[in-house]
């Protein structure tokens, strides 16, 4: 990450993933939810949604009192108490890269630099789009065939190329938290 000068956003996909998902979808309001979510999402990454999502309850949490955050976590369907353990984890993950002398890049890193860098340490988690007329799935490592999570901002778009940061089976096999990505960038690993 300090290679692609994008540690900064690393530390922040890195600790957002190690939490549980701070957006809520409550069954009898999972609509006005998703609309309430959908400013964090990114054609390209679920991955730059949580850097979204960060920069949002950080610039509340600057501008306002935490009981005022309370409400507007509240209001938004985001659970207040997973942002505080968030942040918690990012402080935490921040002072072990200091202390090793890493620092965070001053400049915002592009969608390549961020997603070369999860590539690094997701190769085993990247996917082709089956070719085959009338598929949706995906191929990946070791034969695997998966489908794009339904509640990914890509689910639509389905990239040619892809990598994600887990594998869940349920009734089928799904990429969770997906980004597009390039051939040349997996090529490099």
């Known amino acids: 990450a300090s290679e692609q000068n994008c540690l900064k956003e690393m530390l922040i996909i890195v600790s957002g993933l190690s939490i549980q998902d701070p957006r809520e979808r409550p069954a009898d309001k999972q609509q006005a939810a998703d609309l309430k979510h959908r400013r964090f999402f990114d054609e390209q990454s679920d991955f730059t949604s949580f850097i979204n999502l960060w920069n949002w309850a950080e610039q509340t949490r600057q501008e306002t009192s935490q009981n005022q955050l309370k409400k507007q976590c509240q209001k938004d369907f985001i659970n207040y108490l997973r942002i505080r353990e968030w942040r918690e984890t990012h402080l935490q993950i921040a002072g072990a890269l200091k202390q090793l002398g890493l620092k965070e890049n001053k400049e915002p890193a592009n969608h390549q630099a961020i997603h070369q860098a999860l590539i690094a340490g997701l190769l085993s ?11 949706r799935d995906y191929l990946g490592t070791r034969n695997r065939k998966f489908m794009i999570f339904p509640g990914s901002s890509l689910k639509k778009a389905r990239p040619k190329w892809l990598v994600c940061a887990q594998m869940l089976e349920t009734s089928q096999l799904f990429a969770h938290t997906v980004a597009k990505v390039e051939p040349e960038w997996i090529l490099h690993y």
């Not at 988690?125 to 598929?135: C, D």
């Open 125 to 135: 988690n990247v996917g082709f789009k089956n070719q085959e007329p009338g598929s």
